[in-house]
């Protein structure tokens, strides 16, 4: 109990009072309103007793002050003459009783009045909140229902409008679900849809929702959505932990299911819209084959179904045959000798041809597989510099363009590399490492002692892409570069226009100071090259020297170097 105002005596008499009539009680006591609002606060009480016998005392003020902080606590208040009218204002700012001081004595049946009003009200509430809790819930899986799912889509639709935050809605139900039904029963049709919630509730952030809206069917908002490739990821999850069997009450069932995504960029306006967005979706996913999704958007339908399937198949042609070597030249501006070649990983898929790494390395690093193939890269790269000495050709440094993502690129410093040089004889220094400006920064932030360590062995590190924006110059200083190449994203239309000339020069000048060697890549001109060899004689690459050729082909190049225009 937490008493205000009131005399110390006044206030051992009211406890002494309530003690007789069998109440427990434990009592602070203070005549300040701040006092009295940090005890609210800190120490919540079971009841509230104000006396006004204070002089100044606001007990309007004091009962307003408890109602800020609690609904259903009880407030008695004592005063020694309150007028009928200040008593009714007095309760209508939430008093729950008023005793005139003479009546003191009657002070334990009206806390005990108030005490069993208040747990009433609580109770009352308490059932309301489990109610609205049930009527909310599926009492089969315990998730969200459809009534819950569509106001939490209506809320992320109503923030939309506010802040451009994408999210999505999953329309999910389950190939074939009615033949478990009919052939193991209805209880073994429910531990499925158990089984198969818990499946998918791993699958999800805490930020998404799972809900089931009845039958076989279950709804996802995922929210949170960059694009469309992360809808996709998180549909291929789902399927991927359903695959395996589930042990249901009389027998082990496998199922699939089919999903109907669709995105808050589309042009639905109302959460019913996307429901039903996704739902068509749905229908075409089991349309078309059913185990599979489909995105209401046709044309975002298309790109990443075929996303997905070249990823599936990227993963199929790891360690097959399908990967193919080649290698561009680097000449010197002024000599035109090949100074260094540059490896090139062509994959010759079967339903497209071959795929450049620009093409189809952001999906090897987004699917894990760069590592794999990095390592065929680094291996196959070796082997061809070999076989290329035991021609008797003597020969130049290979650059091994590995990746452009950040958060692969420490994946790229192959363990397995001493092992690789070791067995095809390749010395150190022939071998050169690139990686895109961005991911660099990365990998030499986080693997600074990987980095050390394979730069120390003599093999080469180079910058691909330099001039991006993300490389602090202080880097160059610090960490083993050996080379860095300026795009012709960064040099513009043509690298032989002036003002594109001036940046040559100063990257270059800087280069020679840090003892690092420059690389123009796509030079396309025989003027280019001419103006590039007098801003600072950097080694050139591009379609002027030839494209990416075969090894047999660059071998046949380094013999009758110097390297001539075609």
Known sequence: ????????????RTEAILREAGLAVRAQRTEDLTRFRHQLVQIPPDLVLIDDAVLGLDVQAAVRMVREHYAELPVIVI????????????????????????????????????????????????????????????????????????????ANVAARQRQPAQFAVFYLDFDGFSDVNDSLGHPAGDALLCAAAERLGVCLRGTDI???????????????????????????????????????????????????IALSTGAAERPEEMMAQADIALYRAKETGRNRYCFYARDIDSAVRERQILSEELRAATGTT??????????????????????????????????????????????????????WLLEDTCRHIAQWRAAGLTPVPVVVKLCRSPHQASGCLSSRLPEILEK???????????????????????HADALTAIAASGVGFAVDMFGEGHLPLAMLRDYPVSRIKIDRKTLGSSAAAARDLVLVTAVAALAAALGIELVVGGVSSEAEAAALMLAGKPALQGAAFGDAVLPGDIAAALITEPHSNG
């Open 1 to 12: 109990m937490l008493q205000l105002g009131g005399t110390v005596p006044d206030a051992r």
């Open 79 to 154: 005063s020694d003459g309150m007028d009928d009218e200040a008593a009714t204002e007095l309760i209508k700012a939430g008093a729950s009783a008023y005793l005139r001081r003479e009546h003191r004595g009657a002070v334990a049946s009206a806390v005990r009045g108030a005490l069993a009003e208040a747990a009433q009200i609580r109770q009352h509430r308490e059932a309301e909140a489990r109610n609205a809790a049930l009527a909310r819930t599926d009492p089969l899986t315990g998730l969200p229902n459809r009534t819950a799912f569509l106001a939490a889509l209506r």
């Open 210 to 260: 799972l809900a089931r809206l009845g039958g076989d069917e279950f709804a996802i908002l995922q929210s949170g959505v960059h694009d469309a490739a992360d809808c996709g990821d998180l549909a291929a999850r789902l399927q991927a932990v359903l695959a395996p069997p589930f042990d249901l009450i009389v027998a082990r069932r496998a199922i699939t299911a089919s999903i109907g």
């Open 322 to 375: 399908q990967f193919e070597l080649r290698f561009a030249p680097q000449v010197a501006s002024d000599t035109r000798r090949i100074v260094a070649v540059e490896a090139i990983a062509i994959w010759h898929n079967p339903r497209r041809g071959m795929l450049a790494p620009e093409q189809y390395f952001p999906l090897a690093e987004r699917s894990g597989a760069i590592a794999s193939i990095t390592e």
């Open 424 to 446: 095809w004889g390749v010395a150190p220094e022939l071998l050169v490492l690139s990686f895109a400006e961005e991911a660099f920064v990365d990998v030499s932030r986080t």
